[in-house]
């Protein structure tokens, strides 16, 4: 990192510990008020210090934006004090040139999953549907249905469903090649959660049901989620060309948004209008693929 770069970074550490120590007040942090000793709001450094079980003179030299070394027990212990939320911890973090943990769903974005839902519905007539973390079936729309054949009575898993539902597989006309890519996103994203036993649950699951997945993760390739193009035979409208897309909302990292795209120039975008269709929806929701 340049000179000017590491003092740039410490100077938005020492701003940013003194707005945060400001807006704490000592009942906030359990303490007394100091009645009208106290000149300025807020916590003041070595009430800090105390409160998070580190020297006073080394706080100071922290916020003071010194180039001291610095621990992730001791960042944590501050960040506590400060009552940190979790983008805020992260921020700390990187201000201090440490990694920065992973970022945790804040409890006012739990909720987010309405706006996500409008979102994948305004998609139509294309499909598009919403994973957790272990690519579990959040939400989907009606394209998703008609395209793929999600629904209801299957694994609610996105990697088991494409080893083992037979009407997703008998539709996609390049399945072996998508699979090999598959396999290595969801190592790819296990990778970012290495002791994570839900991830270790669903390779364990896969693995039992499909011995293809098994071969495929005995690779160990790694890619990442990024884009895939999907070929599709759907007995209503035959042949269809579209591009998956993932993408991730920062305030709700536990979820993927997976947007399929039509390619240009295969008529794939007027098929999927007339599918979506009331003429199109009839008799072909969830046809069997022979």
Not at 48 to 57: F, H, K, W
Not at 262 to 270: F, K
């Amino acid at each position: 990192m340049s000179t000017s770069a590491d003092e740039h970074r410490r100077t938005e550490l020492r701003e940013f510990l003194m707005s945060r120590r400001a807006r704490i007040s000592p009942a906030e942090a359990g303490l007394p008020d100091g009645g009208a000793r106290r000149r300025t709001p807020g916590l003041r450094r070595e009430e800090v210090a105390v409160l998070a079980g580190v020297g006073a003179s080394w706080y100071q030299w922290l916020e003071q934006g010194r180039d001291i070394t610095v621990s992730s027990q001791v960042l944590d212990a501050v960040g506590r004090v400060l009552k940190l939320t979790s983008a805020e911890r992260r921020h700390l973090y990187v201000l201090a040139g440490l990694n920065p943990p992973a970022l945790e769903v804040a409890p006012a974005d739990r909720d987010m999953c309405h706006g996500l839902r409008r979102l994948i519905d305004a998609w139509m007539p294309f499909p598009a549907h919403i994973m957790d973390r272990y690519w579990n079936t959040v939400l989907y729309n009606d394209a998703a249905s008609l395209v793929f054949g999600m629904r209801p009575e299957i694994v609610q898993n996105c990697l088991i469903a494409f080893f083992t539902d037979p009407i997703y597989r008998a539709r996609s006309t390049h399945w072996e090649e998508v699979a090999c890519q598959v396999v290595a996103q969801f190592r790819a994203a296990c990778s970012e959660h290495p002791h994570d036993e839900g991830f270790r649950a669903v390779v364990a699951q896969a693995r039992e049901l499909s011995p293809e997945f098994a071969e495929l993760w005995e690779r160990r390739d790694v890619e990442p989620g990024g884009q895939l193009e999907k070929q599709m035979d759907h007995p209503a409208v035959g042949r269809l060309h579209v591009e998956s897309t993932q993408l991730r909302v920062p305030a709700r990292p536990d979820l993927v948004i997976v947007l399929h795209t039509p390619l240009p120039d295969t008529g794939t975008a007027e098929k999927l209008e007339w599918l979506t269709s009331p003429e199109g929806r009839r008799g072909s929701m969830y046809p069997v693929a022979g």
